[in-house]
């Protein structure tokens, strides 16, 4: 922003100097002087295009104070050089003008280094941004696996008891206590609805997911409904499933526990079509409102990397994150528009 306006006091410097000697009408002087500037201007765009290869700087990974600060600069090179340009106006001599051009262009050399520098540090930033982010998949697959494994010795515990169970049951029809045989029967179905083999989606990976936080929730009271429309193969990651799905859900069931067992719920809803993912994830919440959407976990640092964590791999493909309180239900919906179906 400085040097593209700075190139303005330079030309205008340039005019004053040509204005009277090189140029008879003063309008062609001017025309003249506006068209090498425009020049000068394509040149510099074209330049920081070529530098940067097409990446912008991201001010806003920059902590407030700084950004506030960066702003200034180009600004006050402006005054400068505008000060300058009315010392030469006062001041008609060829000195003056060197000198003034001079200090013109330090102030563009300072702009571009500071340029360079801000570019330095939104580099480290967004490198710690995917740090943290990578952190917080990782996070997120160990609790994953470990739920997994949770629910895997679930399953040999009930596979196990099942066998004691029906031992007892054939004691019970030899005996022909027929009390005991329907009791014991309507406790093993209750077993096996804990473990039965419930397809929530087409998708593999989205499935296995889903089918342990569902078991997460019947755990807590929680009552889980899902309706997932979804290929079985997209372009979108595991991991980046994870840490969309993860977060966005555990935040539901730990917000749903926080009011009384019966009006528990939790629903999951996601649709794919023509290359963009639907994800909307509804909860109960007690009634208070909170319009800010801050955190009413113990942790309110690790909550709070968990949907930068969404919102950052959401960006990757071109998605948003919406976030609505509803007073009795809290509604996160996030819309994916840069999802290729594989097959």
């Given at each position: 922003?400085?040097?593209?306006?700075?190139?303005?006091?330079?030309?205008?410097?340039?005019y004053?100097?040509?204005?009277?000697?090189?140029f008879e009408?003063?309008?062609?002087?001017?025309?003249?002087?506006?068209?090498?500037?425009?020049?000068?201007?394509?040149?510099?765009?074209?330049?920081?295009?070529k530098?940067?290869?097409?990446?912008?700087?991201r001010?806003?990974?920059?902590p407030?104070?700084?950004?506030?600060?960066?702003?200034l600069?180009p600004?006050?090179?402006?005054?400068?050089?505008?000060?300058?340009?009315e010392i030469?106006g006062?001041?008609m001599?060829?000195?003056?003008m060197?000198?003034?051009?001079?200090?013109?262009?330090s102030?563009?050399v300072?702009?571009?280094i500071?340029?360079?520098?801000?570019?330095?540090?939104?580099?480290?930033?967004?490198?710690?941004?995917?740090?943290?982010?990578?952190?917080?998949?990782?996070?997120?697959?160990?609790?994953?696996?470990?739920d997994?494994?949770?629910?895997?010795?679930?399953?040999?515990?009930?596979?196990?008891?099942?066998?004691?169970?029906?031992a007892?049951?054939y004691d019970?029809v030899?005996?022909?206590e027929?009390?005991?045989?329907?009791?014991?029967?309507?406790?093993?179905?209750?077993?096996?609805?804990?473990?039965?083999?419930?397809?929530?989606?087409?998708?593999?990976?989205?499935n296995?997911?889903?089918?342990?936080?569902?078991a997460?929730?019947?755990?807590?009271g929680?009552?889980?409904?899902v309706?997932?429309?979804?290929?079985?193969?997209?372009?979108?990651?595991?991991?980046?499933?994870g840490?969309?799905y993860?977060n966005l859900i555990?935040?539901?069931?730990?917000a749903?526990?926080?009011?009384?067992?019966?009006?528990?719920?939790?629903?999951?809803?996601?649709?794919?079509?023509?290359?963009?993912?639907?994800?909307?994830?509804?909860n109960s919440?007690?009634?208070?409102?909170?319009?800010?959407f801050?955190?009413?976990?113990?942790?309110?640092?690790?909550h709070g990397?968990?949907?930068?964590s969404?919102?950052?791999?959401?960006?990757?493909?071109?998605?948003?994150l919406?976030?609505?309180?509803e007073g009795g239900?809290?509604k996160?919906?996030?819309?994916?528009t840069?999802v290729?179906?594989?097959?």
């Amino acid at each position: 922003m400085g040097l593209v306006v700075i190139a303005e006091p330079i030309g205008y410097i340039i005019y004053l100097t040509l204005a009277g000697g090189v140029f008879e009408h003063e309008i062609v002087g001017y025309y003249f002087v506006v068209f090498v500037m425009e020049v000068f201007l394509l040149l510099v765009v074209e330049l920081f295009c070529k530098i940067k290869a097409g990446k912008n700087v991201r001010v806003s990974l920059l902590p407030k104070e700084i950004a506030y600060t960066l702003e200034l600069i180009p600004f006050a090179s402006v005054v400068s050089c505008f000060l300058l340009i009315e010392i030469a106006g006062e001041i008609m001599s060829a000195d003056t003008m060197i000198l003034c051009m001079c200090v013109i262009f330090s102030i563009v050399v300072t702009n571009y280094i500071v340029f360079l520098m801000v570019h330095k540090y939104t580099g480290m930033a967004e490198k710690r941004l995917e740090e943290e982010m990578i952190y917080q998949e990782i996070a997120y697959n160990n609790e994953y696996y470990q739920d997994v494994e949770k629910y895997q010795e679930q399953i040999q515990d009930i596979k196990h008891d099942m066998k004691n169970k029906l031992a007892v049951l054939y004691d019970g029809v030899e005996r022909g206590e027929r009390e005991f045989v329907r009791d014991t029967l309507a406790e093993m179905l209750g077993d096996i609805r804990l473990a039965e083999d419930i397809i929530y989606s087409a998708n593999p990976g989205l499935n296995s997911l889903i089918k342990v936080k569902v078991a997460k929730a019947r755990e807590k009271g929680i009552e889980m409904t899902v309706k997932a429309f979804v290929p079985k193969r997209m372009s979108i990651s595991f991991g980046d499933m994870g840490v969309i799905y993860g977060n966005l859900i555990d935040n539901a069931i730990e917000a749903s526990m926080k009011i009384q067992r019966e009006k528990r719920f939790v629903d999951v809803e996601t649709k794919y079509q023509d290359g963009k993912l639907l994800i909307v994830v509804s909860n109960s919440k007690n009634m208070e409102s909170n319009p800010a959407f801050a955190t009413t976990k113990e942790n309110k640092r690790k909550h709070g990397r968990g949907i930068r964590s969404v919102r950052r791999v959401a960006e990757q493909y071109g998605g948003n994150l919406l976030l609505e309180d509803e007073g009795g239900t809290f509604k996160a919906s996030l819309l994916l528009t840069n999802v290729e179906r594989l097959e």
